[in-house]
């Protein structure tokens, strides 16, 4: 393996017949990522359940419950390397009860598979998978029409797929878009090029995924610094030494850059950036460093570093696109705690300003209750300040999540507008 | 391509390193589970990393089922004093005289199962409200589905199908008295990516993951150690094999490959080549299809 391969995280969504599993046992069988004592396992479980050949869906099989209904029930992460990259699959549920476990799954994904049955076209799922992809701020999203073996591999029912697509997709914020005609359960177009569409000129799946552009998918620009923890080692070798620990979530520091800490603002210089492998120049998203400043300044966790040129909002009142993933509907004007980077606050739901219907993409300014899998816009008041960026701008600095102190649940997921 | 990326061990590292930090921020007192394996020494090895300069602020927990290979408990004792950490040990064979376990009858019983009591015990006898693991998603189906941070009740039992979400790299730690998380930083690596890094990072492993001579018997499909706790079957016989481990557990179900693979070098090429799962050499798993699934929603690593 090169060792300048990067990482690359996706998620894939379909709904329950789209055939999801397969393509996910496709991409990990026909990169070889499937290993002997797996594969007698699932012939075996083929066998036992009368299926003709080896079923690849069951590769992605996981909890009992899941096997013995025949569905998924929670998030699944998948890992397979080629020569190019290594990657992790966030298998996610298709059905609509499970809404919250795509958000999870999209939330760290730097692309997404949308798995469309070719004989069906763009369903609703396909338009509020297609939706979440867009709200969580998936750089590159990957159609995959599925099943092209059932209609004949016909390039019009391909392009029927397309224009149906478009036509809704021109509504949603989504950078990249692609289409791939696949056969799952065949392997067209997967990993190895079909011979049975010609008429297509992309490259198959495992290549498009192999070669997506993402070294630019972090934000280079706007440096911050979460404050994770204060590390003062006090041993002989390092009497004085006071490093902040964090990562550096998006942006570049060097040393002798000036800098600003928030919410206090005091400013400083950047004295050195530590590691256990030695001291650095600079560091870059999305490194874990130490830091020392110049001045001594009183810095804790939920403190952050910026440049005192490129700040972050200051806010107590917040316009967030918020996801509610508890079976608890919120109550109205109830409390919550807030995270956000490594900074916790109380919070309070001021106002839902409306509701969205995944569905139609209509927003409802009178259905304002909060119940799983709603996706609303509302105002949070903090008790105190947070530092936040446009979760358009930063997925890290832009997103957020509410615990429900009377169960210690996380009940939302928020993404600041 | 940009000079600001990060390759992928990289990427990892920094993941692990992040996670690390949260959970010393985010808990009282977490402990790393160490069992002497490659995957808790990859742990420990990021944990100094992570608070450095530093010392690890954790002690190491290690549940000793007293069916260990001498060589792993040494090297246990040498890190400690290395790195100048606390040491806790949860012993299985305390839990026996207590009468807390009984031990499995049989050909093929094992302390495996055992050590989840003793485990629950020492958590709660030490206060601990969260345990690093070296756990990874790719280990095993039902491990697949874990959180980093992931929460188990007051009977330290999991519950697979109830889980907290778990979105971006917020997570939450918060727990009520009696219960306790356990974290697992090295959630997205593989076991290459683990090999990959131990020979990256130069890190020192027990002398069982290297090819050895040794004494073993032919079971299940790989060869046994012979020890003090082995009962042979009238049809099995004790012969001298070049082997390794690929994982390392109990001396009594840990089953070693054969190979030639005498450097780290060499183990990664083989690593790199293998067809099988590197539990697949492990009895405890093969009992059933959801062995790990059930040990773990008991309360188990």
Known sequence: MIDNNQLLRFTTAGSVDDGKSTLIGRLLYDSKSIFEDQLAAIENTSKKRGHEGVDLALFTDGLRDEREQGITIDVAYRYFTTPKRK????????????????????????????????????????????????????????????????????????NRVINQFEEFSSKLLVRDIRFIPISALEGDNVVNRSEHMNWYQGAPLLHTLETLHISSDINKVDARFPVQTVLRPQNDSHRDYRGYAGRLESGVLRVGDEITVMPSGFTSKIKSIDTFDGTLEEAFAPMSVSITLEDDIDISRGDMIVRTKNKPEVVQDIEVMLC??????AKPRAKYTIRHTSNEQKAMIKDVVYKIDINTLERNTNDTELNMNDICKVTLRTTKPLMVDSYRENRTTGSIILIDDATNETVAAGMVV | MSR????????????????????????????????????????????????????????????????????????????????????????????????????????????????????????????????????????????????????????????????????????????????????????NWTEMDVWNYIKRENIAIPSLYFAHERE??????????????????????????????????????????????DTLEKIVNEVSGMRQTERGNRSDDKRSESAMEDRKRQGYF
């Open chain 2, 4 to 187: 600001y990326y990060l390759n992928y061990l990289d990427e990892l590292e920094s993941e692990a390193i992040f996670v690390l930090r949260e959970v010393w921020a985010q808990f009282q007192h977490p402990v790393i589970l160490f069992s002497g394996g490659k995957d808790s020494i990859v742990v420990t090895h990021l944990a100094r990393k992570a608070f450095y300069p530093s010392k690890i602020p954790f002690a190491l927990m290690h549940v000793d089922t007293g069916h260990n290979f001498p060589e792993t408990i040494k090297f246990r004792d040498d890190l400690i004093k290395e790195l100048g950490l606390n040491l806790i040990v949860g012993s299985v064979q305390e839990s026996i005289d207590a009468g807390r376990v009984a031990e499995e009858k049989g050909k093929s019983a094992t302390r495996n199962a055992l050590q989840t009591t003793t485990l629950l015990d020492a958590i709660e006898k030490h206060k601990i409200d969260c345990a690093i693991g070296g756990g990874r998603r790719d280990e095993e189906k039902a491990r697949a589905k874990e959180r980093f941070f992931s929460h188990r009740d007051d009977f330290g039992q999991w519950d697979p199908k109830n889980q907290r979400p778990e979105l971006w790299n917020l997570f939450n730690g918060k727990y009520f008295e009696g219960e306790h998380f356990r974290a697992f930083p090295i959630s």
């Open chain 1, 87 to 158: 990657f992790i699959i966030a298998d996610t549920p298709g059905h609509i009860q499970y809404t919250r476990n795509m958000v999870t799954g999209a939330s760290t994904a730097n692309a997404a598979i949308i798995l469309v049955d070719a004989r069906h076209g763009v369903i609703e799922q396909t338009k509020r998978h297609s939706f979440i992809a867009s709200l969580l701020q998936i750089p590159h999203v990957i159609v995959c029409v599925n099943k092209m073996d059932l209609v004949d591999y016909s390039e019009e029912a391909f």
């Open chain 2, 216 to 261: 073993v018997v032919w079971r299940q499909d790989s060869w046994i150690p012979n020890s003090e706790f082995l009962r042979l079957e009238a049809h099995e016989e004790v012969i001298v094999k070049k082997i390794r481990f690929r994982t390392l557990g109990d001396i009594t179900i840990t089953g070693g490959i054969e190979s030639d693979a």
């Open chain 1, 324 to 329: 509610w993933l508890h079976n608890n509907s």
